[in-house]
């Protein structure tokens, strides 16, 4: 079936511009994140939805990211002014239930492709 | 410091060869764990959940250690495939869906 979706795939934008990535998760999965990967580094959690509601934006490095879902499904994380420091792989995963539940074990992120952003 | 640590390696492993390594984690109330495998230059990929008594998927062993705080990942029979790195990833009991990675520890299995 169909898998996590983003886009685009990549996106080279000028500093200051604003970006707008997007991720469409896996049907019915409730939960959904953005993580982003700078090169070789590990993953840097961003923002995490349960349905529409965002119970943890703790991630969000800067008021200039902000992430929105609609739906219950599609969601977008936008970048506005954005800084050559932006630059990364922006990475959306979808899972049918919240990790940490009991029944989080058979609940597993799945990651999209990824937009590879660079701000020149 | 670091939430979740690892070593980056690399680890270099003949074929056929185990190797293992381990993660540790900060948060004594974390509660879940898990062993995701990405290749490079691709996304992250469940490779295993992390269960408190430890558990066997084929090759590969997952141990979870509570009182030291760490968790662990053996590979037996090593083949060329398993290279990659591998990001231990703990769910902490606070937040849910915050789920923590490490930075990866690569793998690197040769002929």
């Known amino acids: 079936g169909a898998g996590v979706s983003q886009s685009p795939s990549n996106k080279v934008t000028e500093k200051g511009k604003d970006v707008e990535l997007r991720c469409d998760p896996i049907s019915g999965h409730t939960a959904l994140y953005w993580y982003r990967q700078s090169l070789g580094q590990g993953l840097e959690f961003l923002i995490y939805?349960?349905?529409?509601?965002?119970?943890?934006k703790s991630g969000l490095p800067s008021d200039r990211f902000s992430a929105e879902r609609t739906g219950g499904s599609v969601s977008t994380l936008t970048i506005q002014r954005t800084q050559q420091e932006d630059s990364a792989v922006y990475l959306c995963?979808?899972?049918?239930?919240?990790?940490?539940?009991?029944?989080?074990?058979?609940?597993?992120?799945?990651f999209g492709n990824g937009t590879r952003l660079t701000v020149t | 410091r670091k939430e979740v640590e690892q070593d980056p390696g690399p680890f270099n492993v003949p074929e056929g060869a185990t190797v293992a390594f381990n993660c540790t984690y900060s948060?004594?109330?974390?509660?879940?764990f898990f062993w995701y495998r990405q290749d490079c230059r691709k996304e992250p990929k469940l490779l295993m959940s992390?269960?408190?008594s430890g558990n066997e998927d084929g090759r590969f062993t997952a141990q979870l250690n509570r009182a030291s705080q760490y968790i662990s990942l053996l590979i037996r029979d090593s083949k060329l495939s398993d290279s990659a790195t591998y990001l231990c990833?703990?769910?902490?009991?606070?937040?849910?869906?915050?789920?923590?990675f490490g930075a990866g520890t690569q793998v690197v299995v040769t002929p």
């Open positions: 992390v269960y408190s």
């Open positions: 990833v703990v769910a902490l009991t606070d937040s849910w869906g915050k789920l923590q």
């Open positions: 948060n004594s109330a974390s509660q879940s």
């Open positions: 939805f349960q349905g529409n509601s965002a119970p943890d």
């Open positions: 995963a979808s899972s049918l239930r919240s990790p940490g539940t009991s029944s989080s074990y058979n609940s597993p992120l799945h």
